[in-house]
């Protein structure tokens, strides 16, 4: 992930390793991230205690951030299949113009389970998929689309 995301990021939900290459690449990386799940978001406040304020335990279908970020990252898999396109709406919602959604999709190694297709799901919603990539040792799928300035 570290190569598509060139700067400031939003990391939803959370990924500290990215923030830790781009750094290393000296990038200015100002990291947020939510989770529904505490233990992580504690996680990320210890890893980034000058950035604690911007980690929070919420319901990525629930939260209404009033403000938006120039990269946000996020899955599919928090999505029903049904409503991945109400999901990817919702996310560029985050997006500011000019910024750039990336999605993820896990598969299950252990379940022989393969990820689902971020770029084919962004193109069935109507999306122009800017790039993807993929992990085959984390079973993951990745793909983004750019939001216009005009957008
Ligand atoms: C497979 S882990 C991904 C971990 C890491 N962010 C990554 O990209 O490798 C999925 C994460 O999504 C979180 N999650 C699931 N549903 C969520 C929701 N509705 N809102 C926020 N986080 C959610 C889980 O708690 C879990 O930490």
């Not at 990924?15 to 939510?34: E, F, N, S, T």
């Not at 990252?73 to 409503?83: E, F, K, Q, V």
């Not at 990820?115 to 085959?136: H, I, K, M, Y």
Request: hydrophobic share 45%.
């Amino acid at each position: 992930m570290r190569d598509f995301i060139p700067y400031t990021v939003i990391i939803l939900p959370l990924h500290c390793k990215v923030v830790r290459d781009q750094r290393a690449r000296g990038l200015v990386v100002v990291p947020y991230g939510i989770d529904i799940g505490p233990g992580l978001v504690e996680l990320a406040v210890q890893r980034h205690a000058e950035h604690a304020d911007n980690f929070v335990v919420a319901d990525a279908w629930a939260w209404n951030p009033q403000r938006q970020w120039d990269f946000v990252y996020s899955m599919l898999d928090l999505s029903p299949p049904d409503m991945y396109c109400v999901w990817i709406d919702r996310l560029l919602g985050l997006v500011a113009p000019g910024g750039r959604l990336i999605l993820g999709a896990y598969g299950s190694t252990s379940r022989g389970i393969a990820p689902e297709q971020p770029g084919q799901v962004l193109r069935s919603c109507g999306l122009e998929v800017a790039g993807t990539a993929s992990s085959a040792n984390a079973n993951s799928e990745f793909a983004w689309t750019d939001v216009g300035v005009g957008r």
